[in-house]
């Protein structure tokens, strides 16, 4: 199957450098969709056309050299539910519906992990040596309620070692934009000392700017895992590049494209 180069992917050197792992942070561009859906946007939750959709996702994976079909995205619910996919949970065979979780972990090769988002941060994990990875949906409910400790305690039941796992932080909407109201840090009282660091004054007085991938970071460095990271992007202003509901709302957009992001084992 001959890779489609059209299609734009951004990925990590932390885990370019694993062996026999694959990902990909794919943006909105390189689709088929139109409108604020332009172009890539992969979500059959969204308002697009379901085929415009359909083409969009099998051209991402004809970018990475994959059938359409090895592709697994869950119903995602801002949970800390962990499903674990074998190929018997391919998509095609089961529909997405049926897949209720805000991460996925397998160690099975060729089943493509992958995560819907539009600022939330799509973390993707990985231990090359045990052949587990993992790819989990973290908004700030998910990551306070423990989204990401529940992804690393799934892939430890499958093998994997925290000291051995490498995790990423991939494209999401950054701290200048994220402004909060004045009772949204109230949501996170003694998580640890320092975590005042992850709130500053924004120009509206009395309101906060949250750094959220900061505040990822913190909950994957707790675990003591052989590495984590996070990319450079801000999925809010870069319009060109990423979908981002914050910035359909400050718009006025009716809806808005979802991001795809994937993790897989390569056969």
């Known amino acids: 199957m001959t890779a489609d180069i059209s299609v734009p992917l951004i990925s990590s050197g932390a885990l370019n450098d694993l062996n026999g792992i694959r990902h990909a942070f794919f943006t909105r561009q390189g689709g088929v969709s139109a409108g604020v859906y332009d172009s890539l946007n992969c979500g059959p939750g969204s308002g697009d056309d379901p085929e415009c959709v359909r083409v969009n996702r099998g051209r991402a994976m004809t970018r990475l050299g994959m059938p359409g079909n090895a592709l697994v995205t869950p119903y995602q619910t801002h949970s800390t539910a962990v499903a674990v996919v074998d190929g018997s949970a391919q998509e095609g065979e089961m529909p997405q519906e049926m897949l209720q979780a805000d991460a996925l972990v397998s160690g099975t090769p060729g089943v493509v992990l992958g995560i819907l988002t539009a600022d939330c941060a799509p973390v993707l994990l990985a231990d090359d040596q045990a052949g587990v990875v993992a790819i989990a949906h973290v908004g ?128």
């Open 140 to 267: 700030w409910k998910g990551a306070l309620a423990g989204v990401i400790e529940a992804t690393v305690e799934s892939m430890t039941g499958l093998g994997a070692v925290c000291e051995s796992i490498t995790a990423v932080i991939g494209p999401c909407i950054s701290m200048r934009s994220y402004e909060v109201g004045p009772e949204f840090p109230d949501n996170f009282p003694n998580q640890s000392t320092g975590h005042y660091e992850i709130f500053s004054p924004a120009p509206r007085q009395g309101h906060f700017l949250f750094d959220f991938s900061a505040y990822i970071f913190r909950r994957l460095h707790a675990l003591e895992l052989k590495s984590a990271s996070r990319l450079p992007y801000d999925t809010c202003t870069e319009a060109d590049r990423f979908f981002s509901c914050r910035r359909s709302q400050l718009t006025g957009e009716s809806d808005f494209g979802r991001n795809l992001s994937v993790i897989f084992l390569e056969k």
